[in-house]
């Protein structure tokens, strides 16, 4: 599964990379993809937006075994 979620982030990286920023895939349990925003993406107030609304959704509609994405503390 880690392969699938990599592959799928590969997709959407080029978008955060557009405006500064980055993912980076930290684990996947159960479902749960833990997930760190990096560069401008980490400060950014629109973060959890990108994260339920971008990241989470391309995930769960490539990967239906995905659950769910949270932040990783």
């Known amino acids: 599964m880690k392969e699938?979620?990599?592959a799928v982030m590969n997709k959407i990286r080029p978008m955060l990379?557009?405006?500064g920023g980055d993912v980076e895939l930290v684990?996947?349990?159960d479902g749960?993809?833990?997930v760190r925003l990096?560069?401008?993406c980490a400060g950014c107030p629109m973060s959890q937006m990108t994260l339920?609304?971008?990241i989470e959704r391309i995930l769960k509609q490539e990967i239906p075994e995905v659950k769910s994405v949270i932040p990783a503390e």
């Open 4 to 6: 699938k979620v990599e």
């Open 17 to 19: 990379q557009a405006d």
């Open 27 to 29: 684990e996947i349990q």
């Open 32 to 34: 749960v993809v833990k």
């Open 38 to 40: 990096q560069g401008a």
């Open 52 to 54: 339920r609304n971008g």
